[in-house]
């Protein structure tokens, strides 16, 4: 905007001094490259800007370009040297890319560049220089118009990739290069050889512009000596001439063109230019000829010959014994084998040029035992060129096979053929076509200049020419064998028209189409003869169908809740064709895809998978299909990764395409909402019945079935008491012992409620006690699944009395003879709980003060054992609840002493099994054993002997009258279990180990 204005500025300057300054000469001139300047879309475009007159011509100066367009007059601004900012935006990023630039070439000259021309760089282009001075006094800004065209040039090489040539040899390659620029331009080519691990191809020879000739550095001997030249036949070919190949020259030969026009400053500028493919040439050391070799000549009737006439070369093969020896001959031009004669003398024709045999254009044969030839009538223009004869000499074994030796060409032939005046001309509507895979394929070739008979063939080039169809002057339509079980078509829809139409286009039908158009005549004799032929080409590109159809997978919910519809959407994008549609679901740790449907063009499914649980719809627009599988009422089963595939029908065939994207649906259980109540402390007595219950105060849904889980925890840690599956089905712990399963239970009632039962509860029984509940729900399918599980805890206590044993302790002195015996009694007077279980075990010590001895142990598992070894003189009894005896029989003086017995109290507990919960000792019993016959003596007066005795009786009164009152009372209770004691139970050995 600022260069805008100071231009304006400059302008209004310039005016004023006009009118004040003295009339004589301008002293600034900015001058460019005058116009109109035709540069070629794509190529690069320079404009040269430079000023005089500056009073200070070592100064730089400041230019600026902008641009106009014809159609609308508006002014562009492009680059400036002097502001970065100066673009607007339709130049800005080509400027910033560097696409664009304006570098001086000297203080008061720029070079502008465009490196890549578009169709909008067309127009007017202005160097405008920034004046450093005080006063206006000249011409600061100049104006070219720049042409934009379109590149005509072409070039081609119908040369093979790849030639072998031994050292010596001569070779001749041919190019073809032209130009249709509506502008008068001049052509030069260019031969370059490219050797391997060079960075720079050599010019070989070029044919300038001015058609001056002109040798590369490093060939200039070999052009002087006529070893290398560069022919100029017709318009359009460049021949390249090397009569004796170097080994140096092996490497790439191309050739180049370059178009040139001259400006209007009568200076010539390149436009254009474009190399041909490179052909590789492969020279050999040349090896030592001997006298056995093949000598062969090629020669022509007629050289240079019109279009129309006919062309008879002949191949002579002289050799050593040669009526003895078999050959093969072949003729090849421009490295293109025509046509073959085996060593029998059979013909084979190439590729192509089999449709000319067909049609009577070529006929090859064996005329002598050394003689050959090769006729073609009628000729075309692209039969002139390079021909060579090849032979082969042919050995044949005892089983009749040949063995074919090296191949010896000819020297070349050149042919030269230029078209009759009978003007007739072929073009292709569209050289370059595009049609999709399955489309119809419609070429058309135009035609003029007729004036006889016409006929038409169509060839497909892939990669060597082949008869597609034909269309003879009466109208027979004859179609290639390659075709004949194709849909096509060749037709003349008007006299100047020929077309071609084959339906449902394969991938294999794309490559070079050639249209020949001939021309036939009535001879004098009346036979129809062909004149003259034109040929076209035209490239078919074929559009494969996955370029252009595109499948693709998506969902608006891919994580879903059991039980919910999940909606997935495949979409086809592309022209409408009849598909199958296969649905497929890759599950998690499968090895393979599941199909689930597939979808077929009549309407027809074929179901795979569960049909109850999907649903399918079709939608479909111009070029688009929506296919749109519903899941009705996801489960696990259904979660996995999904993924659609499409088969197009392409020629009554099915053609896969690529599969849409994985798709992965996740289905997720419903959140839980099972809540339970909490429990406050339970505190109760031993042997009392505990109640512990647990209600489910909400639930998932109203069909959740529900496992119940009890347990116990202890500072030993967690122990499963039972367990309720979903189907009321009870188990107990593996750690739960089996008398305690016949004093625990598990009811459920309604709620639903679960209630935990502890019969008769033991010290033991306490502890935190935690119900865990696991809520079970059925997807769709009927499958069973689990939501997180819920508990809840409840803290039992059970109490008792700080000691509930107590026994007899009462001391008492006894005198025995040897064949009295006595008992040792052992008798609790307090009652224990129902669940106890008691063990008793007498001592026995020969006086107070000394080492007390174990004698016998009547153990809680009602087990007995012997401690000190008397045997068979001891017996237990156990003759009512809660008293124990233990008899001596036969004592010895030796038995005299002390004895007591000490009673344990043990109870079951549900966590740590077996607890001793007391222990008590006995009262003293004294016992003197003396021999029969000897003397006793008193161990206490008669008085006391009585009142101890009478005290024992009142005492056994008193426990037997407990005793029954107690019965009496639990009479109407439970049955309490049998006593661990019989009562007489004969001595047993003494177990390996204690309970």
Same mark, same amino acid.
């Given at each position: 905007m600022r260069r805008s204005l100071q231009s304006v500025w400059a302008t209004v300057l310039f005016c004023l001094g006009l009118l004040t300054s003295h009339c004589g000469e301008a002293r600034v001139l900015t001058e460019a490259q005058s116009g109109p300047l035709y540069r070629?879309?794509?190529?690069?475009?320079?404009?040269?800007?430079?000023?005089?007159?500056f009073s200070n011509q070592d100064t730089r100066k400041e230019f600026e370009f902008r641009m106009f367009r014809p159609e609308n007059g508006k002014e562009i601004n492009i680059i400036s040297t002097d502001d970065q900012d100066f673009s607007y935006a339709v130049y800005m990023k080509r400027v910033f890319n560097n696409e664009i630039t304006l570098e001086h070439v000297s203080p008061n000259s720029v070079l502008f560049k465009i490196k890549h021309l578009e169709e909008k760089d067309e127009g007017d282009y202005e160097c405008f220089v920034i004046n450093p001075e005080q006063t206006y006094d000249g011409t600061y800004s100049v104006k070219t118009t720049v042409k934009?065209?379109?590149?005509?040039?072409?070039? #081609?090489?119908?040369?093979?990739?790849?030639?072998?040539?031994?050292?010596?040899?001569?070779?001749?390659?041919?190019?073809?290069? @032209?130009? !249709?620029?509506?502008q008068h331009?001049?052509?030069?080519?260019? $031969? %370059?050889?490219?050797?391997?691990?060079?960075?720079?191809?050599?010019?070989?020879?070029?044919?300038?512009?001015?058609?001056?000739?002109?040798?590369?550095?490093?060939?200039?001997?070999? %052009?002087?000596?006529?070893?290398?030249?560069?022919?100029?036949?017709?318009?359009?070919?460049? /021949?390249?001439?090397?009569?004796?190949?170097?080994l140096s020259d092996q490497g790439k030969i191309y050739c180049q063109a370059q178009e040139w026009i001259q400006d209007p400053d009568r200076s010539w500028y390149s436009i254009a230019q474009k190399s041909a493919d490179a052909t590789t040439l492969n020279v050999k050391a040349k090896e030592v000829v001997d006298k056995g070799?093949?000598?062969?000549?090629?020669?022509?009737? +007629?050289?240079?010959? +019109?279009?129309?006439?006919?062309?008879?070369?002949?191949? @002579?093969?002289?050799?050593? !014994?040669?009526?003895? &020896?078999?050959? #093969?001959?072949? $003729?090849? /031009?421009?490295?293109?084998?025509?046509? /073959?004669?085996?060593?029998?003398?059979?013909?084979?024709?190439?590729?192509?040029?089999s449709g000319r045999e067909k049609e009577g254009e070529l006929r090859a044969t064996r005329t002598g035992n050394k003689d050959h030839r090769l006729i073609l009538r009628p000729v075309r223009t692209q039969d002139q060129g390079e021909y060579v004869c090849r032979a082969w000499p042919q050995d044949r074994g005892a089983d009749g096979a040949f063995t074919q030796g090296a191949a010896q060409d000819s020297s070349s032939q050149l042919v030269t053929i230029s078209p009759t005046? #009978?003007?007739?001309?072929?073009?292709?509507?569209?050289?370059?076509?595009?049609?999709?895979?399955?489309?119809?394929?419609?070429?058309?070739?135009?035609?003029?200049?007729?004036k006889g008979q016409l006929s038409v063939t169509w060839e497909h080039k892939s990669p060597l020419f082949s008869n597609v169809i034909s269309l003879s002057q009466e109208g027979v339509m004859e179609v290639g064998e390659e075709f004949r079980q194709r849909s096509i078509m060749a037709m003349r829809p008007a006299a100047d028209t020929f077309s071609l139409e084959l339906n449902e286009v394969r991938q294999a039908d794309a490559g070079v189409y050639q249209c020949t158009v001939s021309e036939w005549t009535i001879t004098s004799n009346g036979k129809v003869q062909k004149t003259n032929s034109q040929s076209q080409t035209g490239t078919v590109s074929v559009v494969l169908t996955e370029s252009f159809l595109k499948v693709s997978l998506r969902s608006r919910n891919t994580l879903a809740t059991v039980g919910e519809e999940v909606e997935l959407l495949?979409?086809? &994008?592309?022209?409408?064709?009849?598909?199958?549609?296969? $649905?497929?679901?890759? &599950?998690?740790?499968?090895?393979?895809?599941?199909?689930?449907?597939?979808?077929?063009?009549?309407? !027809?499914?074929? $179901?795979s998978g569960d049909q109850r649980r999907y649903q399918v719809k079709t939608e479909s627009s111009q070029n688009e299909v929506y296919q749109t599988l519903l899941i009705m009422g996801a489960s696990h089963r259904e979660a996995g990764r999904y993924q659609c595939e499409v088969s197009v029908i392409l020629e009554s065939r099915y053609k896969k395409l690529p599969p849409s994207n994985l798709l992965a649906v996740m289905v997720k259980n419903p959140v839980s909402e099972l809540s339970l109540t909490s429990n406050p402390p339970v505190e109760r007595n031993i042997n009392t019945d505990i109640d512990i219950k647990c209600s489910v105060i909400k639930a998932t849904s109203p069909l959740s079935r529900f496992a119940v889980t009890w347990l116990v925890q202890h500072q030993a840690g967690s122990k499963t008491i039972l367990s309720s599956n979903r189907d009321a089905v009870v188990t107990f712990g593996a750690q739960v012992e089996l008398s305690h399963g016949q004093r625990i239970s598990m009811k459920r009632s309604e709620g639903p409620s679960f209630e935990l039962t502890i019969r008769q509860a033991w010290i033991g029984d306490s502890g935190l006690y935690m119900c865990k509940v696991v809520e079970w729900l059925q997807d769709p399918r009927g499958q069973w699944y689990e939501l997180p599980p819920a508990s809840t805890t409840t803290e039992l206590h059970i109490i008792e009395p700080e000691n509930n044993l107590t026994i007899v302790k009462d001391d008492v002195m006894m005198n025995v003879t040897g064949s009295q015996e006595f008992a040792i009694p052992c008798h609790i007077t307090t009652q224990s709980s129902q669940s106890s279980v008691f063990q008793v075990t007498w001592f026995w010590q020969k006086e107070s003060g000394i080492e007390q001895h174990p004698i016998f142990t009547a153990h809680r598992n009602s087990t007995l054992q012997d401690r000190d070894g008397r045997g068979e003189r001891l017996r237990f009894g156990h003759p009512v609840p809660n008293h124990f005896n233990l008899t001596v029989f036969k004592p010895v003086p030796a038995?005299?002493?002390?004895?007591?017995?000490?009673?344990?109290?043990?109870?079951?507990?549900?966590?740590?099994?077996? /607890?001793?919960?007391?222990?008590?000792?006995?009262?003293?019993?004294?016992?003197?054993?003396?021999?029969?016959?000897?003397?006793?003596?008193?161990?206490?007066?008669?008085?006391?002997?009585v009142g101890v005795l009478t005290g024992v009786i009142i005492c056994l009164l008193v426990v037997v009258f407990l005793l029954a009152l107690k019965v009496f009372q639990g009479s109407g209770a439970k049955k309490p279990d049998d006593s661990l004691w019989a009562e007489e139970h004969p001595l047993k050995p003494k177990p390996s180990a204690e309970d």
């Open positions: 070629v879309l794509g190529y690069p475009l320079s404009i040269s800007c430079n000023v005089s007159g934009v065209i379109v590149n005509s040039l072409i070039i #081609s090489s119908p040369v093979s990739a790849s030639l072998s040539h031994d050292e010596g040899d001569s070779l001749t390659l041919t190019c073809q290069a @032209s130009s !249709n620029t509506v331009t001049h052509l030069s080519v260019t $031969w %370059y050889l490219h050797k391997d691990g060079e960075d720079n191809a050599r010019p070989i020879i070029s044919l300038e512009r001015d058609l001056t000739l002109s040798p590369g550095q490093g060939f200039e001997g070999r %052009y002087q000596a006529g070893l290398i030249g560069l022919d100029k036949v017709g318009e359009a070919t460049y /021949r390249l001439k090397m009569a004796q190949l170097e070799s093949l000598v062969v000549r090629v020669s022509a009737q +007629q050289a240079t010959l +019109q279009e129309g006439q006919e062309l008879s070369l002949s191949c @002579s093969v002289d050799a050593q !014994n040669l009526a003895e &020896r078999f050959f #093969s001959v072949a $003729w090849l /031009r421009e490295n293109v084998e025509i046509t /073959r004669i085996g060593p029998t003398g059979v013909v084979s024709v190439g590729p192509e040029y005046e #009978s003007g007739l001309s072929v073009e292709m509507e569209k050289k370059d076509v595009s049609v999709n895979e399955g489309d119809r394929l419609k070429l058309t070739c135009k035609v003029g200049g007729v495949c979409r086809l &994008r592309g022209p409408r064709l009849p598909m199958t549609l296969t $649905w497929s679901l890759q &599950r998690e740790n499968a090895s393979s895809p599941d199909n689930i449907l597939t979808l077929y063009p009549n309407g !027809n499914i074929n $179901w038995d005299s002493g002390l004895y007591f017995c000490e009673v344990e109290e043990w109870l079951l507990s549900l966590s740590q099994g077996w /607890r001793k919960v007391a222990a008590e000792k006995s009262g003293k019993l004294t016992v003197s054993v003396y021999i029969e016959g000897g003397d006793v003596e008193p161990v206490c007066t008669q008085g006391i002997m």
